[in-house]
């Protein structure tokens, strides 16, 4: 099993899509923590990959006919299930960056039982990590906005970035095989430039790259 580390950058402000919602605040969502911290899970990424391997593995002479069910398992829409090679975590921030918002809230929580003043709580992060935009429908018969059509959505920041674990079990493969698969991967992954909602509008750019995990500068 080899393990490998994936990393996305957001070049805009992105909405990943969650199905969430907030009543009567947020028509769209993310997905976030008790801390506050915002994650993709892995199922998101796995379909990204999903998309552009398909997309490589049918215009690549090189990649032509690859076996993708080996790699990533049965799809969606397939009755059987099977599961493949490939095993990703979520899609979450830094380790580092993560563990001291986490210590800082739980300080924050040990000081306010000691009636202290709490400075950090974990709504003061999804502010400082998201911001919320609003739209509405135009009727383009009378070009005024549409009853009730008022939505609000939350985005992660620009700037963020993001990462997972890769899992590769290459047992019983030849190391042709291996470095094939590799490859595919590399490629696959380098070719994610849009992910999550509105992704066809041009939102949602990132720069996504992977390493072997031991190798540093990721």
């Known amino acids: 099993m080899k393990e490998y580390r994936v990393k996305i950058e957001l070049l805009s402000d992105t909405m990943p899509g969650s199905g969430e919602s907030v009543p009567g605040t947020i028509d769209s969502d993310i997905r976030y923590d008790a801390y506050g911290l915002p994650y993709m899970n892995a199922k998101t990424l796995k379909g990204h990959l999903r998309e552009q391997m398909e997309m490589i593995t049918a215009y690549s002479k090189e990649m032509a006919d690859y076996p993708l069910r080996e790699l990533l398992g049965a799809s969606d829409k397939e009755a059987e299930k099977t599961q493949g090679r490939l095993k990703f975590t979520d899609v979450t921030l830094g380790d580092g960056i993560r563990s001291a918002i986490q210590n800082a809230i739980d300080t924050a929580e040990h000081n306010a039982a000691g009636k202290e003043n709490r400075t950090v709580t974990a709504n003061d992060i999804i502010n400082a990590l998201t911001l919320t935009t609003s739209y509405t429908s135009i009727d383009p018969s009378t070009g005024i906005v549409k009853d009730h059509s008022l939505r609000r959505e939350r985005k992660l920041r620009k700037g963020l970035t993001f990462y997972s674990t890769l899992y590769f079990d290459q047992d019983g493969m030849s190391e042709e095989e291996v470095k094939k698969a590799e490859k595919l991967l590399d490629m696959s992954i380098r070719a994610i430039q849009h992910i999550g909602t ?21």
């Open 198 to 218: 509105h992704k066809s509008k041009g939102m949602g750019h990132v720069r996504c790259t992977v390493k072997p995990a031991e190798e540093k500068g990721i």
